[in-house]
C-alpha cells in the first residue's frame, strides 16, 4: 500500500522513526565492507566444493564519526593461488575491535568470513569475533523508505540512484554487477590478456567494489540525515 501511494503521488515516503530504530544499535566506528566473491562449478582449490563462494576482493570504506573524512582500504587478488589467506589477513589489518561492520544483505558478507576463518587460522579467532558485529541498511530501507524510482526493487543498484542522484548510478560502469566481477576475476586468471588490459581490468574491477561501499556509506549518511 505505502508502495502504491508513493508511486500514484510520485513521492518519497520515509518513516523517520523507523529509521532510529533501526540505526539505534549502530556503534561507531562504521566499517563499510563489501566482498566480490566467485563460486567456479569445477573447484580450482583444494578443500573446496561445486559453486562454493570464495572472496577474492573487498572493499572497506571507513568512518570514525559523523562528519569524519572517511578512509579506504580494498584488496584485489589477482593470481591463481586460493584468494583466501590474502584477503584475510589484508581485511584483519583494517578492521579494529570496536564498532559496526556495515554490509548490504549482510548473509552474504557473514559467510563470506566465516569461510575466510575456516581457511585461515592464523586470523581465524578474530575474523569469527566479527559476526555479531554487523549491521545492515537493507532491512531499514525496506521498513522506512519507498521511492518511486525503486520500481519494486530494493537492491543497492535501484535504492542508490533513487535517493542519492543519478551520480551513483552503476549503469555506465565499465564492470557494474557482481556477475561481471566474476567474469572479470576470471580473466585476470587466464593468462590470456596482455599487462595493459590486465591493469585496465583490475582498475575496473576495483572501482565497482569501491563503488558498493561508498554507496552504502552515502545511503548511510543519507538515513542519518532523515533524523534531524
Known amino acids: 500500500a505505502i508502495a502504491l501511494d508513493s508511486v500514484r503521488q510520485n513521492a518519497l515516503w520515509i518513516d523517520p522513526k523507523s529509521i532510529a530504530q533501526g540505526l539505534r544499535s549502530w556503534k561507531w566506528p562504521l566499517y563499510f565492507l563489501d566482498f566480490e566473491t566467485f563460486g567456479p562449478a569445477i573447484p580450482k582449490y583444494p578443500g573446496t566444493s561445486p559453486y562454493q563462494q570464495i572472496a577474492f576482493q573487498f572493499s572497506c570504506h571507513v568512518i570514525e564519526k559523523i562528519g569524519a573524512e572517511p578512509k579506504h582500504f580494498e584488496y584485489l587478488h589477482s593470481d591463481s593461488s586460493d584468494p583466501r589467506p590474502a584477503v584475510a589477513r589484508a581485511l584483519a589489518k583494517v578492521i579494529g575491535p570496536k564498532g559496526s561492520i556495515v554490509a548490504y544483505n549482510k548473509s552474504v558478507e557473514q559467510r563470506a568470513i566465516e569461510d575466510l576463518a575456516a581457511r585461515c587460522s592464523d586470523v581465524a579467532v578474530q575474523l569469527r569475533k566479527w559476526?555479531?558485529?554487523f549491521v545492515d541498511p537493507l532491512p531499514i530501507i525496506r521498513n522506512s523508505v519507498y521511492a518511486p524510482e525503486f520500481r519494486g526493487s530494493y537492491s543497492i543498484k535501484s535504492v542508490a540512484p533513487a535517493l542519492?542522484?543519478?551520480?551513483?548510478s552503476y549503469a555506465e560502469m565499465d564492470i557494474g554487477?557482481?556477475?561481471?566481477?566474476?567474469?572479470?576475476f576470471?580473466?585476470?586468471l587466464s593468462g590470456e590478456v596482455s599487462a595493459?588490459?590486465?591493469s585496465a581490468l583490475k582498475k575496473s574491477m576495483l572501482a565497482y567494489c569501491a563503488q558498493d561501499t561508498l554507496v552504502m556509506m552515502?545511503?548511510?549518511a543519507w538515513l542519518f540525515a532523515q533524523l534531524s
Open 131 to 133: 559476526k555479531d558485529r
Open 177 to 184: 554487477d557482481g556477475q561481471a566481477a566474476q567474469l572479470g
Open 186 to 188: 576470471a580473466r585476470l
Open 218 to 220: 552515502k545511503i548511510t
Open 196 to 198: 595493459k588490459e590486465k
Open 164 to 168: 542519492l542522484g543519478k551520480e551513483f
